[in-house]
């Protein structure tokens, strides 16, 4: 320390001795990780209580209200984070702060789970429809990020395969916070009862997520060999076929642009072509 009780620069020097005044001040985002711990349990039943809207964005009132749930949520994990992380950067030892970042890591997955179908489902919207979202004077805190979705159309998954990348996602990020739970329990750490039920929860959701996961999988690959197996492959649909859809028939591909249904898909002249059946 220096003679004005300063940590010099690159000094190892435990937090605590370390004047007030040099420290951050995380209790402005909660002021104590009880706080946390209520915010976060309410985040969990609100991420829940999103899947409610799925599907239902071609009203405009229902989308208004999704658009600002996803903001309201993104601020509260951005806040859930920042404080977990924050504590951890303190101590980078200290198995609390860690179980508090996997937990804000775990949630964190979850939000963008819970979101994944609203930017694909928004961009099946007729362009009609868009573009008076666009006009519309309620959408107008909204008009940058609409602008900025239809810019980046092309890069965003149809609604099938954005679920399945966060699934995905999801699953790599419980994986790893097991992984680190495992090392600890190999190396025969001691866990209070807290970190085991909250690795038991945590094993719980891998399951589950892992069985969400399967038949997307299966579906996706049966449906991508038939096509691929042969230029003169064809698909009749009986059912409904969803907009934003991206159908591959060998090295062509075609995204479909309004739900059908009773249609039929085909490869000519270089193309993926649709018609009824």
């Known amino acids: ?45 609100d991420v829940d209580a999103f899947s409610q809207y799925k599907g239902q964005l071609h009203d405009c009132q229902t989308l208004k209200t999704v658009l600002r749930e996803q903001e309201k949520l993104s601020i ?16 980078n030892a200290n198995q609390q702060f860690q179980a508090l970042v996997g937990e804000a890591e775990a949630l964190a997955a979850a939000f963008s789970n819970a979101v ?9 919207l007729s362009q009609e429809k868009l573009n008076d979202l666009l006009s519309d004077s309620d959408f107008s805190d909204y008009r ?45 750490e001691k866990l209070d009862q807290g970190k085991i039920q909250y690795i038991e929860q945590l094993m719980r959701a891998f399951k589950e ?40 028939i060998t090295d062509v591909s075609l995204i479909v642009k309004d739900d059908r249904s009773f249609c039929q898909l085909y490869k000519d002249e270089g193309e993926v072509k649709i018609s009824n059946m």
């Open 1 to 45: 320390m220096t003679k004005n009780n300063e940590p010099e620069h690159g000094s190892l020097v435990s937090r605590s001795s370390i004047d007030s005044r040099f420290q951050w001040n995380i209790n402005d985002i909660y002021p104590d990780q009880e706080s946390w711990k209520t915010a976060s349990q309410q985040f969990k039943k």
């Open 76 to 91: 509260i994990i951005s806040k859930l984070y920042a404080y977990a992380r924050l504590q951890q950067d303190t101590d």
């Open 209 to 248: 997520k892992e069985a969400q996961r399967t038949p997307l999988e299966h579906e996706y690959e049966r449906l991508q060999s038939i096509l691929n197996g042969s230029s003169n492959a064809r698909v009749k649909v009986s059912k409904t076929l969803y907009a934003g859809v991206i159908v591959n």
């Open 116 to 124: 994944s179908f609203v930017e694909p489902e928004l961009l099946s």
């Open 144 to 188: 940058f990020y609409l602008n900025n979705l239809l810019r980046l159309s092309k890069h965003v998954l149809p609604k099938e395969q954005e679920e399945l990348l966060q699934l995905n996602k999801t699953i790599e990020q419980i994986r790893t916070i097991l992984t680190t739970y495992g090392e600890k329990l190999k190396n025969k």
